[in-house]
């Protein structure tokens, strides 16, 4: 009866210990991964959303202020056109 609980306990422990090594190296392989994808968004020159929404505004200031500027130039090409009749 006794060896039965021997062998029970020592099964027990080896299963203890078994999931102990495979937390760790779950955490271990977390951690690579998680360095690698870092590694590589920093090569990839990203920019951050600030800066983003900072270029996307100046887009779409150049965009009115263009359009704006079509239409003064076509308002500008039409007078001597009327002159001219």
Request: net charge negative; aromatic share 2%.
């Amino acid at each position: 009866m006794q060896s039965d609980n021997k062998i029970l306990s020592d099964l027990a422990r080896l299963g203890q210990s078994a999931a102990g090594t495979l937390h760790g190296v779950k955490n271990e392989i977390e951690d690579q991964v998680k360095s690698r994808i870092e590694s590589v968004l920093m090569d990839m020159d990203l920019v951050s959303r600030e800066e983003f929404e900072v270029v996307k505004e100046m887009a779409i200031a150049a965009r009115e202020e263009n359009a704006a500027l079509v239409a003064r130039l076509e308002k500008l090409e039409a007078k001597p056109a009327k002159k001219k009749k």
